[in-house]
């Protein structure tokens, strides 16, 4: 089952905040963030995992909602830097071995200077 | 740290022929991932090793595609034989003792 992520692409001015949303209709073990730029290699951001944790490093943070099987990435005073796409990849269960990502369809982030 | 080696980078080829993607993970990273990426979607698992064993292969076509770990180390892919639909960036991915993996840059493959 893909997450659904929203909103589909972000047009910022730096400086400014952004929300991006990654919802499941399945009950969720684990969520990852990552960021790719045009033409390169996923970058992992954050992992969260069930049990309603935020977490965050400089100006980006997330947080999972267990209640709606929602998480939420949270970019703060945006750099010209954050460009990108923004991917969450969702685990539904642990154990077993089998731990691929489930990839939702990404929002496009752009800052402007 | 070297990351996730991946070639070639880019490939060319009509549709009918075959094709091989090869994947060097970091070192010591026991979990190798391939993923297929189509243009303006998000990354789709294809195969999940652990070491030189198969864990998840349940959404590669196998039909068409193929993969193997032999030494538990490098990976290939294969695709025989290609269709216009199978152009994508496909990403080879590895994962150690933590909870999470690292992407390589990917091979993306055109298919004409």
């Known amino acids: 089952q893909q997450p659904v992520q929203s909103p589909q692409a972000v047009i910022l001015r730096e400086g400014e905040d952004a929300v991006i949303n990654c919802s499941s209709s399945?009950?969720?073990?684990?969520v990852h963030w990552y960021r790719q730029k045009h033409g390169e290699a996923p970058v992992f951001l954050m992992i969260l995992l069930k049990g309603g944790e935020q977490k965050g490093h400089d100006k980006i943070s997330a947080s999972f909602n267990e209640k709606k099987q929602q998480s939420s990435l949270y970019l703060t005073a945006s750099q010209l830097s954050y460009s990108g796409t923004y991917f969450c990849?969702?685990?539904?269960?642990?154990?077993?071995?089998?731990?691929?990502?489930?990839f939702g369809k990404g929002t496009h982030l752009i800052i402007q200077p | 740290e070297a990351g996730v080696a991946q070639s070639p980078r880019y490939k060319i080829i009509e549709k009918r022929q075959s094709v091989a993607f090869w994947c060097n993970p970091i070192?010591?990273?026991?979990?190798l991932y391939w993923y297929q990426q189509i243009l303006g979607q998000g990354p789709k698992l294809l195969i999940q090793f652990q070491n030189n064993g198969v864990v998840d292969d349940s959404q590669l076509p196998k039909d068409r595609f193929s993969a193997e770990r032999l030494k538990g180390v490098d990976s290939t892919l294969k695709i025989q034989p290609a269709k216009l639909e199978d152009s994508a960036v496909y990403l080879c991915a590895s994962k150690g003792q933590g909870r999470y993996a690292f992407f390589g840059q990917g091979t993306r493959l055109t298919v004409v």
């Open positions: 070192s010591g990273h026991a979990t």
């Open positions: 399945k009950a969720l073990y684990s």
């Open positions: 990849g969702t685990i539904l269960y642990s154990g077993g071995g089998a731990d691929g990502l489930t």
